[in-house]
């Protein structure tokens, strides 16, 4: 047997005691431990505006953001953010707007050492927080012009370079310049360009094209 329970604002009380409830049958119940558009909304609305822009950036580049697209200038640093994202998981665990064992939906992307070279999500929350942010801001501008900003700079290497574009040459030229996309997005850019007239689809079946002469 499944049941499935939503419960919108639950009094401290009722939480405690079916949170109890749940821990005395913890061998029989199984706690959906998924990022829904609902928690990522509720996650997204606890941010401070400054992490917000890490998860909004993060879900314009399709699951990740590079560190150079997050400082003001030169000298800002990342450090920090981590202990601060941890500590809303945990935070939003004990309010009961998420089971304690969920995974945390953006980490840090580094070699160790406290170093961040930019942040990373699992492609398949991307959807789920795209809505949520949708939902909270109703216009996200600094996202649209991330997004628009990859466009621009896949663009310009396929005119500069011509011939054939598949997902790896496109992720690897917006790499070169300085832009982190995951293939989701590489492949809606070059729907995009064909759709535009620069690239024509030269398979049915995968994301090949090749530049319009």
């Given at each position: 047997?499944?049941?499935?329970?939503?419960?919108?604002?639950?009094?401290?009380?009722?939480?405690?005691?079916?949170?109890?409830?749940?821990?005395?049958?913890?061998?029989?119940?199984?706690?959906?431990?998924?990022?829904?558009?609902e928690?990522?909304?509720?996650?997204?609305?606890?941010l401070?505006?400054?992490?917000?822009r890490?998860?909004?950036?993060c879900?314009?580049?399709?699951?990740?953001?590079?560190?150079?697209?997050?400082?003001?200038?030169?000298?800002?640093?990342?450090?920090?953010?981590?202990?601060?994202?941890?500590?809303?998981?945990?935070?939003?665990?004990?309010?009961?707007?998420?089971?304690?064992?969920?995974?945390?939906?953006i980490?840090?992307?580094?070699?160790?050492?406290?170093?961040?070279?930019g942040?990373?999500?699992?492609?398949?929350?991307?959807?789920a927080?795209?809505?949520?942010i949708?939902?909270?801001?109703?216009?996200?501008?600094?996202?649209?012009?991330?997004?628009?900003?990859?466009?621009?700079?896949?663009?310009?290497?396929?005119?500069?370079?011509?011939g054939?574009?598949?997902?790896?040459?496109?992720?690897?030229?917006?790499?070169?310049?300085?832009h982190?996309?995951?293939?989701?997005?590489?492949?809606?850019?070059?729907?995009?360009?064909?759709?535009?007239g620069?690239?024509?689809?030269t398979?049915?079946?995968?994301?090949?094209?090749?530049?319009?002469?």
């Amino acid at each position: 047997m499944k049941i499935t329970v939503t419960i919108d604002h639950p009094t401290h009380d009722f939480q405690q005691r079916l949170l109890a409830l749940l821990a005395e049958h913890a061998s029989e119940v199984e706690v959906d431990a998924t990022w829904t558009p609902e928690r990522a909304e509720q996650y997204y609305r606890s941010l401070p505006q400054r992490a917000r822009r890490i998860v909004k950036l993060c879900v314009a580049g399709d699951g990740y953001v590079a560190s150079e697209d997050l400082r003001d200038d030169e000298t800002t640093s990342l450090r920090g953010h981590s202990a601060a994202l941890k500590r809303l998981l945990q935070r939003g665990a004990l309010r009961g707007l998420w089971p304690e064992n969920i995974h945390p939906p953006i980490t840090p992307v580094g070699p160790g050492f406290g170093k961040v070279v930019g942040y990373g999500m699992d492609e398949d929350l991307v959807p789920a927080f795209f809505t949520a942010i949708r939902n909270v801001e109703t216009e996200p501008e600094e996202w649209a012009e991330h997004r628009l900003s990859q466009a621009a700079a896949l663009e310009g290497a396929v005119r500069a370079q011509g011939g054939t574009w598949d997902t790896r040459r496109a992720v690897t030229a917006l790499d070169d310049a300085g832009h982190k996309a995951g293939d989701k997005r590489v492949r809606q850019i070059l729907r995009d360009l064909a759709a535009s007239g620069l690239l024509v689809k030269t398979d049915s079946d995968r994301a090949v094209y090749d530049t319009r002469v």
